[in-house]
C-alpha cells in the first residue's frame, strides 16, 4: 500500500532563516512566579526568609541565537548544555522524564500544565519485578533540562509523595518555566532540533569558567551575570553505553504462570539494553516469559543455545555508535537460530544489521497520540514515540518490507524480514506513557517464538493478524475494477463490493458535539 503523508520531518538543505539582533525575551507574564517545593505556591517573602528574594530567573539559550528567560522551579547547581527536543504528550512526564531514551536532552514539554499531579514514590516496588520502581522507568531522571509553560504549584493524585520540583531537586536536573513553549516548537520545527544550555546566575551557581567566542560573543555579553558553558551534543557519544545495565540479570515470572516450552523449561528471551525501559520488561514477564537483560555490548551469541528469542530494545542517540552491538545483530541474523523483535533503537540496530541505511530526522518523533498505518492491513494505529533517527526506507534489502509508515510524515515506522521471523517498530507497543493499542506485538513475537519451537526452526516469517484477510480483499478489490474498466459508462464514484456508488443519502439524528470529535495537537 503506498503511502501519501506529507514528509516535512526531514533534514533539508537550504539557507539559514535570517539573523535577527539577539534579544532577551523575558518570562511569560501569564506564569506565576511563586513556585515553592511544597504543595501550595509560596509568597516573595517565604522565599528563604527574604522579603527581597524570588525564584531564580534562568537563562535558555538555543544554538541560533534564540534566548528566552524563565524561572528555576528545579537544581540549581550548575549550568548545562544539551540537546533541544519537543514532546506533545499531555500526561506522562514521570516516565517520560526516566525514559533512557531522552538522555542528554533538554525536554520541552509543549502541553501548557505541568506538575498538577505530582510524583509517585520511588521506594515503592513492582511486585512484578521485585527490585524495580513500580512508577517508572529507569532508576533516575535521564534529561539534561525540563522546560515548561506553567508548573503546577499545587499537585493531587492518590500516587503523589512529593512535587516535581522536589524531585527534579533531589535528581539534580534543572527546570524552568515561564518560557512561551509554542514558541520554541515552532522554532524547532521550522529550524530542524538543535543544542541549547540553561544558565543560572553566577551568584548562585558561581563564576563561568568557559570562555565563548564567535557569534556567541553577542549572547554572552547579554548574559554576562550567568555562568555559560560550552555547548554539548549528546549525539557525538555512545549514550547507550551510559543507560545501559553493567551486568546480565535475569527476571523470572511468577510461579504457575509460566510460558513453556515443549520440553517444559519456561521461554526465556535475551533483551540487549540499549536503553531499555522497564515497561518492556514487564510487557515479556507478565506474559510468563523468563528475561535475561544484557548490557549493551554483551556477546549475547553465547547464550544462543540457551535462548528462544532476542529482544532489542530502545534506547538513545545515533544508532551507528554502537557498531559492537550492530556487528553481533548481523551474526544473529545469519546464525537463524531464533525468532528477534526490535523496539526504537532496537529497530534502527536491526535494519543496520539488514544492510539498510539510519538518518537524523528534522525534528524527530516524540508523544503520545502519532498515527502509525499498518501497510499490511491498512489499519492505522495510535502509538507512543520518542526518536530523533529514522531508517532511511529506500535503503532497505529486498527481502525486508515496511511493516508500519508514519501516517504525519512518512517515515518509516516498522520493517520485516518476508523469509524469517525477524520484524521491528520503531513507536514504543509498551507505552508508559501512550496508548497501548500497539502491546499486541508482544503477543506476536511470543506466538512466533512458540510457532518455531513446536516446529523444531525458524518457520517461515512473523504471522501479523489480519495481514491474510487485507491481502485477500484488496485482491478481491483489484478484480472488480478490472471487471468494470470495460464499462463503456460513467466512471465516477466508488466501486464497493462490485458495484460503483455514485450517490449516498445520508440520514441522521443531528450534529457531534465539539467534544466527541476533538483532540488537541500541542505540537504547534
Given at each position: 500500500?503506498?503511502?501519501?503523508?506529507?514528509a516535512t520531518?526531514v533534514?533539508?538543505?537550504?539557507?539559514?532563516?535570517?539573523?535577527s539582533?539577539?534579544?532577551?525575551i523575558?518570562?511569560c507574564?501569564?506564569?506565576?512566579?511563586t513556585?515553592?517545593?511544597?504543595c501550595?505556591?509560596?509568597t516573595l517573602?517565604?522565599?528563604?526568609g527574604?522579603?527581597?528574594?524570588?525564584?531564580?530567573v534562568?537563562?535558555?539559550?538555543?544554538?541560533?541565537g534564540?534566548?528566552m528567560?524563565?524561572y528555576?522551579?528545579?537544581?540549581?547547581?550548575?549550568?548545562?548544555s544539551?540537546?533541544c527536543v519537543?514532546?506533545?504528550g499531555?500526561?506522562?512526564?514521570?516516565?517520560?522524564?526516566?525514559?533512557?531514551?531522552y538522555r542528554?536532552?533538554?525536554l520541552?514539554?509543549?502541553y501548557?500544565l505541568?506538575?498538577?499531579?505530582?510524583?509517585p514514590s520511588?521506594d515503592?516496588?513492582?511486585?512484578?519485578?521485585?527490585?524495580?520502581?513500580?512508577?517508572?522507568e529507569?532508576?533516575?531522571?535521564?534529561?539534561?533540562?525540563?522546560?515548561?509553560g506553567?508548573?503546577?504549584a499545587e499537585?493531587?493524585?492518590?500516587?503523589?509523595?512529593?512535587?516535581?520540583?522536589d524531585w527534579?531537586?533531589?535528581?539534580?536536573?534543572?527546570a524552568?518555566?515561564?518560557?512561551?513553549?509554542?514558541?520554541?516548537?515552532?522554532r524547532?520545527?521550522?529550524?530542524?532540533v538543535?543544542?541549547?544550555?540553561?544558565?543560572?546566575?553566577t551568584?548562585?551557581?558561581?563564576?563561568?569558567?568557559?570562555?565563548?567566542?564567535?557569534?556567541?560573543?553577542?549572547?554572552?555579553?547579554?548574559?554576562?551575570d550567568?555562568?555559560?558553558?560550552?555547548?554539548?551534543?549528546?549525539n557525538?557519544?555512545?549514550l547507550?553505553?551510559?543507560?545501559?545495565?553493567?551486568?546480565?540479570k535475569l527476571?523470572?515470572?511468577?510461579a504457575?504462570s509460566?510460558?513453556?516450552?515443549?520440553?517444559?523449561k519456561?521461554?526465556r528471551?535475551?533483551?540487549?539494553?540499549?536503553?531499555?525501559?522497564?515497561n518492556q520488561?514487564r510487557?515479556?514477564?507478565k506474559?510468563?516469559?523468563e528475561?535475561?537483560?544484557?548490557p549493551?555490548?554483551?556477546?549475547?551469541l553465547?547464550?544462543a543455545?540457551?535462548?528462544?528469542?532476542?529482544?532489542?530494545?530502545n534506547?538513545?542517540?545515533d544508532?551507528?555508535?554502537?557498531?559492537v552491538?550492530?556487528?553481533?545483530?548481523?551474526?544473529a541474523?545469519?546464525?537463524?537460530?531464533?525468532?528477534?523483535f526490535g523496539?526504537?533503537?532496537g529497530?534502527?540496530?536491526?535494519?543496520?544489521a539488514?544492510?539498510a541505511?539510519t538518518?537524523?530526522?528534522?525534528?524527530?518523533?516524540?508523544?503520545?497520540?502519532?498515527?502509525c498505518t499498518?501497510?499490511?492491513?491498512s489499519?492505522?494505529?495510535?502509538?507512543?514515540?520518542?526518536?530523533g533517527?529514522a531508517?532511511k526506507?529506500?535503503?532497505?534489502?529486498?527481502?525486508?518490507?515496511?511493516?508500519?509508515?508514519?501516517a504525519?510524515?512518512g517515515?518509516?515506522?516498522?520493517?520485516?524480514?518476508?523469509?524469517?521471523?525477524?520484524?521491528s517498530?520503531?513507536f514504543?507497543?509498551?507505552?508508559?506513557?501512550g496508548?497501548r493499542?500497539?502491546?499486541?506485538?508482544?503477543?506476536?513475537?511470543?506466538?512466533?517464538?512458540?510457532?518455531?519451537?513446536?516446529?523444531?526452526k525458524?518457520?517461515?516469517p512473523?504471522?501479523?493478524?489480519?495481514?491474510?484477510?487485507a491481502?485477500?480483499?484488496?485482491a478481491?478489490?483489484?478484480?472488480?475494477?478490472?471487471?468494470?474498466?470495460s464499462?463503456?459508462?460513467?466512471?465516477?464514484?466508488r466501486?464497493?463490493?462490485?458495484?460503483?456508488i455514485r450517490?449516498?443519502?445520508?440520514l441522521?439524528?443531528?450534529?457531534l458535539?465539539?467534544?466527541?470529535?476533538?483532540?488537541?495537537?500541542?505540537?504547534?
Open positions: 500500500m503506498p503511502a501519501v503523508p506529507i520531518n533534514q533539508e538543505s537550504r539557507a539559514p532563516s535570517p539573523v539582533p539577539v534579544t532577551i523575558p518570562p507574564t501569564a506564569a506565576i512566579p513556585y515553592g517545593p511544597d501550595a505556591a509560596k517573602e517565604e522565599f528563604d527574604s522579603s527581597t528574594k524570588g525564584p531564580t534562568a537563562a535558555l539559550v538555543l544554538k541560533d534564540t534566548v528567560q524563565g528555576s522551579f528545579g537544581a540549581e547547581t550548575k549550568s548545562i544539551g540537546e519537543f514532546q506533545t499531555m500526561v506522562g512526564y514521570p516516565e517520560s522524564l526516566t525514559d533512557p531514551s542528554g536532552q533538554l520541552v514539554l509543549t501548557p505541568i506538575g498538577n499531579y505530582g510524583v520511588q515503592e516496588l513492582d511486585p512484578l519485578l521485585k527490585d524495580l520502581p513500580a512508577y517508572f529507569s532508576n533516575q531522571i535521564h534529561i539534561a533540562g525540563l522546560v515548561v506553567q508548573a503546577s499537585f493531587s493524585h492518590h500516587l503523589a509523595s512529593s512535587s516535581l520540583g527534579l531537586r533531589r535528581e539534580g536536573v534543572p524552568i518555566y515561564g518560557v512561551d513553549t509554542r514558541a520554541i516548537t515552532k524547532i520545527r521550522e529550524e530542524g538543535m543544542l541549547g544550555k540553561v544558565l543560572f546566575p551568584s548562585i551557581v558561581g563564576a563561568s569558567e568557559y570562555t565563548p567566542s564567535g557569534d556567541e560573543e553577542e549572547v554572552s555579553a547579554l548574559l554576562s550567568y555562568q555559560n558553558v560550552a555547548w554539548i551534543d549528546p557525538a557519544t555512545n547507550v553505553a551510559e543507560v545501559s545495565c553493567k551486568e546480565p527476571y523470572s515470572p511468577p504457575g509460566e510460558f513453556k516450552r515443549p520440553d517444559g519456561t521461554v528471551v535475551v533483551a540487549v539494553d540499549i536503553g531499555m525501559k522497564y520488561i510487557c515479556f514477564v506474559r510468563g516469559v528475561v535475561l537483560v544484557v549493551w555490548d554483551y556477546d549475547f553465547s547464550e543455545d540457551r535462548m528462544d528469542g532476542l529482544f532489542l530494545s534506547g538513545p542517540g544508532p551507528t555508535t554502537i557498531t552491538t550492530i556487528e553481533r545483530v548481523k551474526k541474523l545469519a546464525l537463524k537460530k531464533f525468532p528477534i523496539i526504537c533503537l529497530h534502527q540496530v536491526f535494519a543496520l539488514s544492510g541505511q538518518e537524523k530526522m528534522k525534528y524527530g518523533n516524540r508523544g503520545q497520540n502519532i498515527p499498518d501497510m499490511l492491513t489499519r492505522c494505529y495510535i502509538t507512543s514515540q520518542n526518536h533517527y531508517v526506507a529506500g535503503t532497505l534489502p529486498p527481502n525486508i518490507k515496511e511493516l508500519f509508515v508514519n504525519n510524515d517515515s518509516n515506522e516498522g520493517i520485516y524480514h518476508t523469509e524469517l521471523p525477524y520484524f517498530v520503531q514504543h507497543p509498551e507505552s508508559n506513557p496508548p493499542d500497539t502491546e499486541v506485538l508482544f503477543d506476536i513475537f511470543l506466538s512466533t517464538i512458540k510457532r518455531c519451537l513446536e516446529s523444531g525458524l518457520a517461515g512473523v504471522e501479523f493478524p489480519g495481514a491474510e484477510a491481502q485477500a480483499r484488496r478481491q478489490r483489484e478484480q472488480w475494477e478490472r471487471e468494470l474498466a464499462d463503456d459508462s460513467d466512471k465516477s464514484g466501486i464497493v463490493k462490485g458495484r460503483r450517490k449516498v443519502l445520508v441522521g439524528s443531528g450534529g458535539s465539539i467534544g466527541q470529535a476533538g483532540e488537541f495537537d500541542y505540537s504547534g
